[in-house]
């Protein structure tokens, strides 16, 4: 299964300057902002982050609870983390404007993941 998403990151930008940590906190794992905030450009790695976990929901197939959704970093390489079980198949961009993401899942793992 495959899932996209493609975020406007001023949308972002605006919701953190609104929220703040009231939104960090209730969207993104305390590794993802972390991660985000060290980077040059923290609004585009949020925004990446925000698609690749809309992107996991479409290719899944179901709403899921953000903070269930980790998008975390192995070797520059984004993967998934939910529920303990890691996930490969992710891509993810961004470029001032938007930020986008992919998310492949083969479908043998969909029925494990269907079933929590």
Partial sequence: MVGIDIVDVSRITDVVEKYGDRFLDKVFTR???AYAT???KADESFAGRF???EAFMKAIG???AWKD???L???GRPYIEFHGTRYDGIS???ERAYAV???VIAESVMKAVNSE
Wanted: charged residues 35%; glycine residues 0%.
């Fill in 38 to 40: 060290q980077r040059k």
């Fill in 92 to 94: 993810i961009s961004h």
């Fill in 73 to 75: 970093q192995s070797k």
């Fill in 62 to 64: 179901r709403r899921l």
């Fill in 101 to 103: 993401s992919v998310v």
């Fill in 69 to 71: 959704i980790n998008v």
């Fill in 51 to 53: 698609a690749a976990k």
């Fill in 31 to 33: 590794e993802e902002i």
